[in-house]
Structures are given as C-alpha cells and as structure tokens.
C-alpha cells in the first residue's frame, strides 16, 4: 500500500524538536511504554527524521554528496574483488549500482528535495528512492520489477553512509525501541521481535486491524490511527505510548515523564496485591462464580493464559496462521497450533474460532477481487463457506485436536440461518470422513456461534436449537450497529461498545440464550475494561473473555464487589440513553466500588 | 542491466545530447534510471536520436554496440 507521508503539507515553523507533542490516537493494545523512538518509512526502512531548518540544505547536500561518494567506494570495492573471483559480468552488477548513485536524474531530484523543500537528506533519499523502486516493481516485465531490488541496495547503502549505522529493518532491532510508523504490514508485524519492540505507534490502522492483534497477542502497548505525525518525530526521540488512553506524547517535559512514572510504579504496585490473588477463582464477594478466560492469538500464549489464572480459552483466533506466509497452512500446520494449545490447557476448555480472516485481516495467501466495503463483504464464516476445500482442512484439524481435551468450535459472524446450516453440514461431513478413515475423533464436540451481527440477534431464537453455546463479539457488533468503520480515522471516535444500542443487543441475545439454557460469553474488547465488565456480569454474563493480560485486575474487580452491585449498576445502565452517560456512569462506579484498581488523574 | 550500464558509460563521453525512444516514451542515455524505465527488453524496437557537435560519432558508435549486442568487442575504447 502506497501513501503519502503528510511531510510537505505541514508549514516548517512547526518543526520544533524539543518541545512536547501530545497526540491522540485508538488504544488497542494497553499498557504503557516509555523509550527511543524508531521511526519506519512505508518500505519498513528507518528514516532518521523529516525536515530540517531553513538554512541547513547547503549542510544536508553536503552530507548526502559524501555519503554517495561513501556508497560509491564501497561498490567500487565490492565490484573489484567480485570481478577478481567471480569474473566480470558478476562484478558488473556493481559497476550498474555506481551508475544509479551517480544517474543525473536521481541526484537533481535528490538536489531539488533537500534545497528547495528542505528535506533531510535521508528523507529526500528514502523519498526518492521509494519513488523508482515501486514504478520499477509496478511494471510488467520481471526484469524490471527485479531491478527495483537493485534500487533498493543502493538506497541502503546511501542511508548507511548517512545514519553511520546499518539500516535497522523491523525484524531486526538494533536496540530497544518504540516502533513509528504509517502502518505495519501483517508480514511485519508478525516478525517482529517481542525483546526489543517496546511499543508501538502508527498513523493508521483501528481497532480490528493486524497491528492491534499482534500487539495484544505480544502484550505490546499500541496506539492506532493517531494520524499524520510522522514529520514531527525522529528516531532517537523520547516517546510515551499510552496504550490505555490511546496517547502519544513525544518529547515528554518532565512533569508528564514524573506522571507516567508514577503511574507504572502505581501498576508495578497493583502487581503485587493482582498475584496474591491469581490461584483464586473469580467470585464476586457474596459467591457468585464467573469464568474468566482468555483470548488468545498465537499458541505460545496458552502458557501466559495459565500463569494468568485463566478458566480456559474462550476465544482462540486461528488467523495468525494465514497471516504472513505466502503459502496455506497445511492440516498438520493447524493441527500442531491447535493441540499445543489443548495440551497447555490441561482439560480446560479451548474454544476455537474458526477462520476469520477478510477485510482488514486479510492475508496474503487468498487473492480476492478488491471490495469497496470488505467489512460488508466476503469475509469470515463466509469466506470460508465459499472455500470448503480450504475449511475442510481447519475442521479437520480442529476435530482431530479435539480428542486432546475439552475442544470447542465457534463459527464467527454468523449472519443467517442458512449459513449457520451449511457451516454445520461441512462440520458433519468432515467427522464422518474422519471416521470412515479410522481416526478417532471426539463425537460430542460443542458448537457455537458468535453474534455479531445485529441480524444474529434479532432472529436468535431461530438460531438457538441449533447451537451449544453463543458468544457475542462485540467490536464487531458494534461496528455493525452502529455502522462505524473503527479503522476510519474520521468516524472512529462514533465507535463506543458502550452504546445503548449495543447493550440492548447483548440483553436480548441473554434474554434468548438463557431461556434455552445455552452458555452466553462476551468475547469482544468489552471485556477488557472492568467497569464494562462489571456491567455484563450485572446483566447476567457468567462467562468473559478478555486479553490474558487483562485477566487478573478483572478478578480484583469481581472480587471486590457483590452480585447486587452488578445488577444494580447494569439496571442503570440500561436506563441511561447515550454512550457518553454509560460511559462516565461505568467508570464513576468502578472507582466507587474498586478504588484500588483506578488511578486518579 | 549490463547493456544499459555500457550504454550509460559510452553517451557520457560525448558532448551530444543523446535519447532513446521506446513508443513514445523518451530515456536520456546519460541517466541508468530513465534507460531503465523504459522498459526495452530484448526484442524491442527503440529509435537513437542524437544532437550536439558529435551527434554522427554518438549515433555510429551506439549502433555498432547495439549491432554487436554490448558484447565481446570493447566498444568504449573505440570512443
């Protein structure tokens, strides 16, 4: 994806280095991190900063005019002893690299960016070269589009000579840092280096997006969609990713460096109270027991899920697998992720979701024709149900995992009736191939859906006999009812879970479930914040599913109140009539009932 | 590559503008990129125009590398 950074737009009496600059974007992944900041171009290569002060070009040209003299020894070097051992037409790759660093185009284009919009040299070199490599890969002929790749080496070698230090790539950190950027790619995010990414920030994205799953799957803190920024902070920079308010504050002054310092002691604090309880079950105060699972993305987290105290995995995302390889996971490749989750589980139950990919999880191995509304497109059960050869594959693993332990299956985004049908015909049809193969399968696996779909809720009662249990995923619900694309800078802010709406929705999807004595969970972000929490188990909600990481301060929340209190605060809840008054009711009660766990501002 | 690389070499030693043109889309031979954004692979049909003091020499000498398929014969030295 090719976008313009919003560099030139920006008047340059703004740049202003040294001061602090708050910015607001979408929390998706909480917690709080404070470091170096990297800052990546769209390529994935690291730009050192944007522009620099009027009266500095004739510098920044000379700095570029070593680098390039710098970069040409060193091909000259490389073309000399690769012709001496390899013979001259190898050595002639070299010789063809030293004429694209000295190609009169390049240099003037290079020349007029850093005098005349004073453009860092990095910057104007990345700006350019980016440039050439994307029409050259754009074009038909391979052996043009294999010459951006040429482009691309002589481009590193100028910013290596410039930076004074090989150009750090996202899979390889040169250090611990905070990653910048206009957005990740799932092939970059799913390498990235979970020792050294201490947080992560981008222009775009939302809520739903590849980035906010990593980095919660990662437990990195995140802020999305902050918008363009990216001209007002260079690598080396101070940063705070606040992954709980969704704030960013670049070059912090000290006060704000002193609060966020004392509010990670008050959470290192909270630790220690959290652990005290973590082998204890999730009772509210007068007994009533609720589950607390986990929602998991990668199969290494199950462990984390345990050392969490989690009840099982109410929510096992299946997506990882298709995200970032070029091929289509094999059944084995599904099976191991899913058994080594049931074995780390040990007997607790592990809900797996069947694939849920589409619109803005889409990967890379299943080429679709572009949609103009993927969220109301083909996606999710829906994808699958027009794919049954690559289903089949999915179910088959998940059943034969299901002889390890307690295996649940979970069809996302049911819409109608028809495609909850078909996806069960697939499901009996791949256990009696099973079957007649001689493989021992568990036959009494639960099936459920997710209602996520305002149409889900309004004709549950026709779905309900037809299922085990329901799980309401209430970002997409959300989304959906509200009609707000989340990943939408503009509207993203109309995207509020606590909608009345939207607890109207989950009432009566509880309403039908429990009259029909079917388990009803709430799987969605909803369960993260414990004010919110609490309001679902008032509404009678007995199974949540939320980040591991989220897992034990919701316990400290039910711990600390009754069932009485639940009940009263979603009674009023329910009553109130916008998002903003559920909202500020929710967290003023949460601060009344569980002061231990809310930091005043 | 290779091809556009001598090429690149040899235009520069002239005082002559010199061009290539691949269906209407015009490379100065001086610039590797411009040369390589047209795209011409083996096959193609260009047209070498020259202008300046040496623009004859230019277009002989070129034309005999492109005859000679950039190899074997250093045609540099012939410059």
């Known amino acids: 994806m090719i976008r313009t950074f919003g560099c030139d737009r920006q008047p340059i009496n703004q740049i202003d280095h040294f001061s602090m600059l708050e910015l607001q974007g979408i929390a998706v992944s909480p917690g709080v991190a404070i470091g170096r900041a990297l800052v990546f171009d769209r390529e994935g290569y690291r730009i050192t900063r944007c522009l620099v002060a009027v009266g500095e070009d004739e510098r920044e040209w000379e700095r570029l005019v070593d680098a390039v003299k710098q970069a040409y020894d060193k091909l000259e070097t490389s073309r000399q002893s690769t012709t001496a051992q390899l013979g001259e037409r190898l050595g002639n790759i070299f010789s063809a690299q030293q004429q694209i660093l000295h190609d009169p185009h390049l240099q003037s284009e290079l020349e007029s960016l850093i005098r005349s919009k004073t453009y860092s040299a990095e910057y104007a070199v990345s700006e350019v070269f980016t440039k050439y490599a994307s029409a050259f890969r754009k074009a038909t002929s391979t052996f043009l589009s294999e010459r951006a790749a040429d482009i691309r080496d002589v481009e590193r070698l100028l910013l290596e000579g410039l930076t004074g230090q090989p150009t750090a790539t996202l899979k390889q950190l040169p250090h611990e840092a905070i990653v910048v950027s206009h957005e990740l790619t799932p ?19 939302g809520p739903g997006g590849h980035t906010a799953i990593v980095a919660r799957g990662m437990e990195i803190p995140a802020v999305v969609g902050v918008g363009n920024f ?24 000290e006060a704000t460096r002193d609060h966020y310092m004392q509010r990670r002691r008050f959470r290192q604090s909270i630790a220690t ?9 999730a009772c509210t105060s007068d007994g009533v027991r609720i589950e607390l699972m986990a929602n998991v993305e990668f199969p290494n987290e199950a462990l984390s899920c345990i050392a969490r105290g989690a009840d099982g995995v109410g929510l096992y995302r299946t997506e990882f697998l298709y995200l970032g390889h070029d091929q289509e ?10 058994a080594q989750v049931v074995r780390d589980m040990q007997n607790r139950p592990v809900v797996i979701r069947t694939l849920d990919l589409g619109a803005d999880k889409m990967g890379m191995t299943m080429p679709t024709e572009p949609e103009n509304n993927p969220f109301l497109g083909l996606r999710s059960i829906r994808l699958s149900l027009r794919n049954p050869a690559l289903f089949r594959i999915q179910v088959r693993a998940i059943l034969r995992a299901a002889c390890l332990g307690d295996v649940r299956i979970m069809f996302p985004m049911i819409t109608t009736l028809d495609e909850l049908r078909s996806a069960r015909f697939l499901l009996r049809s791949v256990s009696e191939d099973l079957a007649s193969e001689g493989k021992h399968i568990q036959c009494a696996v639960q099936v459920g859906m997710m209602v996520e779909v305002p149409a889900a809720v309004l004709m549950l009662d026709r779905f309900i006999d037809e299922i085990d249990f329901v799980s309401i995923g209430t970002n997409d619900l959300t989304q959906y009812t509200l009609a707000v694309d989340r990943s939408n800078d503009s ?48 509404m009678g909600i007995r199974t949540l599913s939320l980040a591991p990481a989220a897992i034990p301060i919701l316990k400290k929340a039910i711990r600390s109140v009754t069932i009485g209190q639940c009940e009263a605060m979603a009674w009023r809840a329910l009553r109130l009539s916008t998002a903003r008054e559920v909202d500020a009711f929710l967290m003023n009660q949460l601060a009344g009932l569980v002061p231990e766990i809310v930091l005043q501002a | 590559m290779r091809p556009a690389d001598k090429l690149v070499r040899v235009a520069a030693g002239f005082q002559c503008q010199i061009e290539l043109e691949r269906a209407g889309q015009i ?12 795209g011409a692979t083996q096959g193609s049909e260009l047209v070498l125009r020259a202008q300046g003091p040496d623009a004859d020499e230019a277009i002989r000498v070129i034309r005999l590398m492109f005859d000679q398929q950039f190899d074997d014969l250093n045609v540099e030295q012939s410059t």
Do not use: W
């Open chain 1, 273 to 281: 109270q959290l652990e005290e309880i973590r082998d204890l079950p």
């Open chain 1, 329 to 338: 996971p094999t059944e084995e490749e599904h099976y191991q992720a899913y």
């Open chain 1, 187 to 205: 092939g970059e995010t799913a390498a990235f280096d979970r020792e050294k990414v201490l947080g992560i920030c981008t222009e775009a994205g």
């Open chain 1, 491 to 538: 509207v993203a802010d109309l995207y509020q879970a606590c909608d009345p709406a939207v607890l109207r929705l989950i009432q009566r999807t509880l309403q039908i479930a429990s009259e029909k004595k079917k388990s009803t969970s709430v799987c969605g972000e909803m369960s993260n914040n414990p004010a919110y929490a609490l309001m679902l188990v008032g």
């Open chain 1, 230 to 253: 990216l001209h007002n902070i260079r690598s080396g920079d101070e940063v705070i990713v606040d992954g709980h308010l969704g704030r960013i504050i670049v070059s912090p002054d």
């Open chain 2, 27 to 38: 490379a100065d031979c001086r610039s590797i990129l411009s040369l390589l954004t047209l």
